[in-house]
């Protein structure tokens, strides 16, 4: 059983705007949605976190609907840069899971082209 | 410099031959982990420690063992390494281990068991 679901792959172009969604049926009252960026051959990078509604920084921006079972990170204008690999991260609970179990889903890999 | 880091950053070895990956964070954090990650699985969790001499298995921890004698070292042990241990390893940190604290990660170690 997953933790959460996202898209295996998405390809994009230079200058759109990209939306990944992650499913996460099963999270907890508590529990934030984090995203993190994963570049090749380097560790995973903290992007984005929120709990409901919209959240934005420099980088991108988070919506998650008022029943919280899913996400949406959203890229604006993407560059060649932003190629990567994508993680959706909530928590372990459905499992009876520690606090300290962490749970990435299998990531979605980013392909943007010029 | 905030930092995890992490060493080797790549291993060679063959089956059965002990050998330990270390990892060090700078950053007083409370919690530690090690993931391993290998092509269509993304990042699973190993182990993780909430605190010193204190740990617990994650989603695929058989044939690892850890340490937390200190807060600020986490080393990975693979007491009799096998092939299908070859894989990409993370140590990740937070502060106290909250699912909506920010992880930071290592740079990873590349291990090839032959």
């Known amino acids: 059983l997953a933790k959460t679901t996202q898209p295996i792959s998405m390809d994009s172009y230079e200058g759109q705007e990209v939306n990944i969604t992650c499913s996460h049926n099963?999270?907890?009252?508590?529990?934030?949605i984090t995203w993190y960026q994963q570049f090749p051959s380097q560790g995973p990078r903290f992007i984005i976190q929120?709990?409901?509604t919209k959240v934005t920084n420099e980088v991108a921006s988070l919506f998650i609907p008022a029943d919280r079972k899913s996400s949406t990170l959203s890229l604006p204008r993407v560059s060649l840069s932003d190629t990567a690999v994508y993680y959706c991260?909530?928590?372990?609970?459905?499992?009876?899971?520690?606090?300290?179990?962490?749970?990435f889903g299998k990531g979605t890999k980013l392909s943007v082209k010029p | 410099e905030a930092q995890v880091t992490q060493n080797p950053r790549y291993l060679i070895t063959v089956t059965g031959k002990k050998l330990t990956v270390t990892c060090s964070q700078n950053?007083?954090?409370?919690?530690m982990s090690w993931y391993r990650q290998d092509p269509g699985l993304g990042l699973r969790q190993i182990y993780y420690?909430?605190?010193?001499?204190?740990?617990d298995k994650g989603d695929v921890p058989e044939g690892y063992k850890v340490s937390r004698k200190e807060k600020r070292n986490f080393p990975l042990i693979l007491e009799s390494p096998s092939p299908n241990q070859t894989s990409l390893y993370f140590c990740?940190?937070?502060?106290?281990?909250?699912?909506?604290?920010?992880?930071?990660f290592g740079s990873g170690t590349q291990l090839s068991v032959l």
């Open positions: 950053m007083n954090h409370e919690y």
């Open positions: 420690s909430m605190n010193v001499e204190v740990t």
């Open positions: 099963n999270i907890a009252t508590n529990d934030y």
């Open positions: 991260l909530v928590g372990d609970r459905s499992y009876g899971g520690s606090q300290g179990n962490l749970i």
């Open positions: 929120g709990y409901k």
């Open positions: 990740a940190s937070s502060l106290f281990g909250g699912l909506n604290e920010k992880l930071f």
